[in-house]
């Protein structure tokens, strides 16, 4: 509503969906949207499945939709779709700038089902980072007409000559739907990169056209690349970023596509250097993670803030945490997962999935594995026991950060783990003496400064 670009976060958004329905959709937003959907009986089996009209506790025992497999249920695709289409709609109401949606690499199976629901609701601009996704852009033609597409997938153990793949096939999801809603708008194709190397890979690989890059620098919110090299860590145990991971910026320009600079931008001076760089803008998300208007847990986002005030908040890049195996930052703060008392009180559960490694079975189909459920399960899949330390579920531990704690049926609730960049020590500049809190327009305005 700013006039910039403003964009959803898209990853395990059926999860956040299904779970705003269970608390009773406060204020009606999610079934307002769902409205706009051009299949309204596809609608009803999701609101028949997940919606509580009266909640009767504010921690409920959440229902689970299956996990991805290389077979999704018709009712998993439909739910996915819908929850993307659901979450851009919203974001798209009340103005008529651009939106986008960003994507992890990372988690392959729902993509497809997730990058049709964002365009069926007008999506602009599909950003995508944690891996290489040089499949994405030729997708998102096909589904302009509604064409069947498929994703190669990575698999642990897998030969060259192997192609496991998953399908989606839009016509048969929503049968009738080309005539129905016409051909859709090609959005733009903005991958997420920390190097020349791989920008200049995604130009020569890429299925389809890239339209600009996003350049992410180690002190961003959220996953991290990992540094280039051999990696070090200093004496906390977090890794070491070097010279090799500084990105020419004068090779970047040379490749003649825009590109926005990410990572502790967020001052007027930064966005200056940015733009004196050659750079179209600057790509935020810490500063507003913690806006009075982020979806964030509000008693998680007020302790952060006020732990940032009083000068006691720190960020830590943990390189074991996240399952994916790449560094993920994460906010110093006692009673979540920081905390190893916390931590190793959880006892582990895989429910969600959404991280879970594909790997190649003696038989040749296709298991799945993640480093964060029990450790006993883990190694009888042929995961290795060292891979299981220090690793957290982000599934169960974003969802309660974003204000949607599991209570398991033995009465435990899922604690959370809270992400920023190294930026959130700044976060007091865009709060105005004697506030506690500040909003997105805040930031906007410091910015524009
Ligand atoms: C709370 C939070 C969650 C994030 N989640 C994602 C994500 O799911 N996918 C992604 O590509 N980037 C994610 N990021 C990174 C942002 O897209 C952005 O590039 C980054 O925050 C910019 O740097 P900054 O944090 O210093 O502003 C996240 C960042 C934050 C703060």
Redesign the pocket.
């Known amino acids: 509503m700013e006039g910039h670009l403003g964009?959803v976060?898209?990853?395990g958004v059926a999860m956040i969906m299904i779970s705003r329905l269970m608390n009773g959709d406060i204020g009606g937003h999610v079934r307002r949207a769902m409205q706009h959907f051009p299949f309204q009986d596809a609608v009803r089996r999701v609101l028949d499945t997940y919606y509580v009209a009266r909640p009767n506790s504010a921690k409920p025992h959440y229902k689970r939709p299956s996990m991805w497999t290389l077979k999704p249920s018709r009712a998993l695709n439909e739910l996915t779709v819908i929850a993307n289409f659901t979450e851009v709609f919203l974001a798209k109401e009340g103005h008529k700038n651009p939106v986008g949606i960003?994507?992890?690499e990372k988690i392959q199976l729902p993509t497809m089902a997730s990058l049709y629901g964002a365009m069926l609701a007008g999506v602009n601009i599909v950003?995508?980072?944690?891996g290489i996704p040089v499949q994405v852009p030729g997708i998102c033609e096909k589904l302009v007409d509604h064409q069947e597409v498929s994703y190669r997938l990575d698999v642990q153990g897998a030969d060259r000559n192997d192609d496991y793949r998953i399908h989606f096939n839009p016509k048969e999801v929503f049968p009738g739907v080309a005539e129905k809603v016409g051909p859709l708008t090609r959005p733009r194709f903005l991958p997420?990169v920390s190097s020349v190397v791989l920008a200049k890979a995604l130009l020569k690989r890429a299925t389809g056209r890239i339209d600009g890059f996003?350049i992410?620098?180690p002190?961003?919110?959220?996953?991290n690349a990992p540094p280039r090299g051999k990696v070090q860590r200093n004496e906390t145990g977090e890794p070491v970023y070097g010279d090799k991971d500084r990105i020419d910026l004068n090779e970047i320009k040379s490749l003649g596509l825009p590109f926005w600079l990410?990572?502790?931008?967020?001052s007027p001076e930064k966005l200056k250097e940015a733009l004196d760089a050659g750079a179209a803008g600057?790509?935020?998300?810490?500063?507003?993670?913690y806006c009075s208007e982020?979806g964030?847990d509000e008693t998680l986002k007020e302790k952060v803030v006020q732990g940032v005030l009083d000068g006691k908040v720190t960020v830590r890049t943990d390189p074991l945490v996240s399952p994916t195996g790449f560094p993920f930052?994460v906010v110093q703060l006692e009673g979540t997962l920081s905390d190893p008392a916390v931590y190793q009180q959880r006892p582990r559960l895989c429910d969600i999935g959404m991280l879970r490694q594909l790997y190649k079975q003696e038989n040749g189909t296709i298991g799945f594995r993640c480093a964060a459920e029990p450790e006993d399960d883990y190694i009888a899949k042929g995961g290795k026991a060292e891979d299981t330390i220090g690793k957290n579920c982000l599934c169960n531990s974003?969802s309660a950060?974003a204000g949607f704690p599991q209570k398991r049926k033995d009465g435990y609730v899922e604690p959370p783990v809270?992400?920023?960049?190294?930026?959130?020590v700044d976060i007091p500049k865009f709060i105005k003496p004697g506030a506690k809190s500040y909003s997105a327009k805040d930031v906007h305005d410091y910015l524009r400064g």
């Open positions: 964009v976060s898209g990853t960003n994507l992890l950003i995508m980072g944690a997420i996003i992410e620098a002190t961003a919110g959220g996953h990410a990572g502790g931008y967020d600057i790509q935020v998300g810490t500063a507003f993670a982020s964030m930052k974003l950060c809270i992400t920023a960049g190294n930026a959130l």
